[in-house]
C-alpha cells in the first residue's frame, strides 16, 4: 500500500525517528525544548492532524526508563518478578502512567525490571510497511526481553502487547526466522489491567479515599482485539473504592486516533471523536479512563476547557487510591 500510495514527509519523518532508540531520544529532547518557546498564539492556531498545538502533552521532563533503575525492588516480601515493556508513549510523553505501574508493582509486592535495551514496538513501523526498520527493533526487543526470569512481561499500552503478543512470531515467521523466543516472550506477555484484575487482592486501599468520582472508560481497539480485556477493564474500574462508573453508549467504539490515523485522516477522525466526547458528556462523567496513549492524546486533545472532563490511564487513579506502604 505504501509503494502503491506514497507516504506524507511527516509520516516518513516519524518512521526515521522511531527505527532507532538514539533518534526517538533527539526527537524527543528537541520537542521538549521546542514545546517551551512555542507562542501560544501558534499553539491555539496550528494543529497536527485534528490536535490543537496546545492540547498535545508535555513530554517527561526526564525519560521514565532514564528516571528509574533497571531493577526496582518491591515495599515489602518480594512475591515474584515482573518484566515491564514501557513503550515510548510512557517512557517520553505519559510518565504518570509509568510511574503509577511501578508504584502498584512495588505495593503488591513485585521485584520490577525495566529493561533499558528496549526500544519502539515496531507496531508504527510494520503498520506503514517498513519491515526492514521493524526487524531492527524487533530483534531489538527480544535481546532486551528473552532471558529475563519472570512471572510476566507487562505493558501499559495494548498496541505494544499486540506486538510482543502476535505481531513479533508472526513477522518473523513470515521472514523465515525462527519465531521460538518471540513465543516465549509471548506467552509472558499481559496487560497490566488484566494484571491487577488478576492480582486485585493484594492490593490494599487507603480508607481515607472517599472522594465519589463520576468515570467512565474508553476501549481501545488493541485492547478489545488482542486482549479482550476491555471488560475486564470495566469491571476493574467498577471495584475500585468510591467510583461511580457509567458506561458511554460507545465505549469500545474507535476513537480515531488510529496511530496515525487522527494525523492523515484530521477530518474523518475529528467525527469520531466529537462523537465519543458528546457521549462520555452525556454521562456527567468528570474522569475519562483509558489504556491507550494514542486515544488518551486523541480524547483530550480533543476536549474544551468547558468540558470539564479529564483524562488519565486507569493505573493513574487506581495507585491514588491505594494505601502508602
Known amino acids: 500500500m505504501v509503494a502503491a500510495q506514497g507516504e506524507t514527509p511527516a ?71 515482573i518484566v515491564y515493556f514501557t513503550g515510548c508513549a510512557t517512557n517520553y510523553l505519559y510518565d504518570d502512567t509509568g510511574v503509577a505501574t511501578i508504584g502498584i508493582l512495588k505495593h503488591m509486592g513485585y521485584k520490577i525490571i525495566i529493561p533499558k535495551g528496549q526500544t519502539c514496538c515496531s507496531i508504527p513501523l510494520l503498520f506503514h510497511g517498513v ?41 518473523l515467521e513470515d521472514q523465515g526466522k525462527n519465531p ?22 493484594r492490593l490494599e486501599f487507603d480508607p481515607d479515599f472517599t472522594e465519589k468520582l463520576s468515570v467512565t472508560y474508553h476501549a481501545p481497539c488493541h485492547t478489545k482485539n488482542t486482549f479482550q480485556s476491555h471488560i475486564i477493564a470495566e469491571n ?14 460507545d465505549f469500545d467504539d474507535c476513537c480515531g486516533g488510529g496511530g496515525t ?43 474544551n476547557n468547558n468540558d470539564n472532563l479529564k483524562v488519565l490511564h486507569p493505573v493513574t487513579l487506581i495507585y491514588s487510591a491505594l494505601k502508602q506502604i
Open 11 to 81: 509520516i516518513k519523518s516519524l518512521i526515521y525517528l522511531l527505527a532507532n532508540e538514539y533518534r526517538i531520544k533527539l526527537g524527543a529532547g528537541l520537542a521538549r525544548t521546542g514545546q517551551k518557546f512555542v507562542p501560544d498564539s501558534f499553539a491555539r492556531n496550528y494543529k497536527l492532524g485534528n490536535i490543537p498545538l496546545k492540547n498535545f502533552p508535555k513530554l517527561n521532563s526526564t525519560p521514565l526508563r532514564k528516571a528509574n533503575e533497571e531493577v526496582i525492588l518491591p515495599n515489602k516480601k518480594q512475591i515474584g518478578t
Open 180 to 201: 521460538s523466543e518471540a513465543k516465549a516472550i509471548s506467552s509472558k506477555v499481559i496487560d497490566i489491567l488484566s494484571f491487577i484484575d488478576q492480582n486485585f487482592d
Open 261 to 303: 490515523f487522527f494525523y492523515e485522516y484530521p477530518e474523518l477522525s475529528k467525527k469520531m471523536v466529537a462523537k465519543k466526547i458528546e457521549n462520555a458528556k452525556a454521562v456527567q462523567a468528570k474522569l475519562w479512563l483509558t489504556d491507550c496513549p494514542v486515544c488518551r492524546m486523541n480524547l483530550a486533545g480533543n476536549l
Open 236 to 249: 476493574l474500574i467498577k471495584r475500585l473504592p468510591s467510583v461511580d462508573y457509567n458506561r458511554a453508549a
Open 131 to 171: 519491515a526492514d526498520k521493524a526487524f531492527k527493533n524487533i530483534t531489538t526487543n527480544i535481546a532486551a526481553l528473552k532471558d529475563h526470569d519472570c512471572d510476566a512481561i507487562l505493558v501499559d499500552c495494548s498496541t505494544c502487547g499486540e506486538a510482543l503478543k502476535n505481531e513479533y512470531p508472526r513477522f
